[in-house]
């Protein structure tokens, strides 16, 4: 099949769901460009199994000079955004770090798309944008009312991209995905942290009486979607990425404890995050109806798959031990 792109720039290339959609790149034939800055966040590890086929660059989103250089070298036709700080706790304990990368970063990176002629400009955003939601579904038509100051900053990034669309006819399209999970995810998230914290014979910190609920999307069905996205969406277009799956916190907890053999004992109802969103969950027709794209994964076979793949690589998890518990202390 003819290729819709010659060139695919990763930024956030280095994360957790940019080494995803990297690895799904190098899988489709594709040498893609990773831009990222390698903050706590970054890890090169991630990419290991496809090492020697993708192009790397150690650079942060907002310092336009060096984009300017790279672009020019490179030449890029499509781009995939994820760079972004990515982690609500910490947006509350200070906001800088995501105003700078989240929307400073977003609006750079755009500038030099457009001065380029890009193809197409993928933005990586969150369910998040639209605050919660107690019953029902948010569609794409949902107005923002983000909470955090992460999901603001996040919804303030959608808004310029939005606003490059209208103004200047830049080909973006935006994605909007529920929680995701899975190998190499940072064990600050909850997931991957209750399976840390288990490992190490301690008790899952659960905020507030774990009734929050969240949609859980497997990464590598996340990957898949974006990819769907890149290739079929339309241009000025949101499109919803959630799975279906949505449970309690406290359901989540109990689930990990049973697929590593502990009892429910295991859990600690700890302190709540302030303005703690109740409910997400997206409908994602619009997607289903436009490139037929669905999450394949059950949250059971996910979270078996989590479980062992953090079993297998302890050594990785462990080594993030000593930063998470001085997070959360
Ligand atoms: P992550 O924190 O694991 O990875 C973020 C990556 O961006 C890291 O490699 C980091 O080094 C890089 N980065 C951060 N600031 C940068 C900068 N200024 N310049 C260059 N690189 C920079 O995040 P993730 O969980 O993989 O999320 C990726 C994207 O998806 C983010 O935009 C996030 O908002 C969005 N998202 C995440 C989830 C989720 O559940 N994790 C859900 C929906 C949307
Ligand atoms: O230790 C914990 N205990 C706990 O009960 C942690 C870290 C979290 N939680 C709760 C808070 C949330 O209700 O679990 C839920 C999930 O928390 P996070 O993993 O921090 O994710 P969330 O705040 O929902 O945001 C995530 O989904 C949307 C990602 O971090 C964002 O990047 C994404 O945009």
Redesign the pocket.
């Known amino acids: 099949m003819r290729r819709k792109f010659r060139k695919i720039l990763v930024t956030g290339g280095a994360g957790f769901i940019g080494s995803a959609f990297v690895r799904l790149a190098v899988k489709k034939g594709f040498l893609p460009i990773i831009v990222d800055k390698l903050t706590y966040a970054g890890d090169l590890a991630r990419l290991k199994e496809v090492s020697g086929k993708f192009k790397f660059y150690k650079i942060d989103i907002c310092d336009k000079s060096r984009l300017e250089t790279l672009f020019t070298r490179e030449k890029p036709d499509a781009i995939i955004h994820f760079a ?1 700080e ?4 910490r947006s509350i304990k200070d906001a800088t770090p995501f105003i700078e990368a989240n929307i400073r970063g977003t609006q750079v990176l755009l500038d030099i798309a457009l001065k380029h002629k890009i193809k197409r400009f993928v933005h990586i ?4 944008v639209y605050g919660d939601i107690e019953k029902g579904k948010f569609s794409e038509e949902s107005p923002l009312k983000p909470n ?1 100051p ?2 603001v900053s ?1 919804a303030a990034g959608d808004l310029l991209v939005k606003a490059y669309v209208r103004t200047f006819n830049f080909p973006a399209l935006i994605v909007r ?5 899975g190998p190499w995810q940072y064990p ?4 991957p ?2 399976i840390l ?1 288990v490992l190490k014979n301690k008790k ?5 009486k ?1 009734l ?3 949609e859980w999307l497997y990464v590598e069905d996340c990957a898949l979607g974006i990819w769907q996205i890149l290739e079929r969406g339309k241009i000025g277009e949101v499109y919803n990425l959630g799975s279906g799956y949505e449970e309690k ?1 406290i359901q ?2 109990e689930k990990i404890l049973g697929v590593m053999g502990r009892c429910s004992e295991g859990i600690e109802f ?1 302190k709540d ?1 302030p303005g ?2 109740i409910r ?1 969950s997206l409908s994602v027709e619009k997607i289903l109806k436009q490139t037929g794209w669905r999450a394949q994964t059950s949250l059971d076979a996910g979270l078996s798959m989590t479980v062992d793949w953090c079993i297998n690589n302890k050594q990785w998890l462990f080594g993030k031990w000593e930063e998470i518990n001085k997070l ?1 202390k």
């Open positions: 972004a990515s982690h609500v706790d955003s969150t369910d998040e955090s992460y999901a996040k995905a529920s929680n995701n999970y600050e998230k909850f997931i942290r209750a914290t899952i910190p659960v905020y507030g774990g929050n609920v969240r916190n989540i907890a700890v995050r703690h969103d997400y959360y």
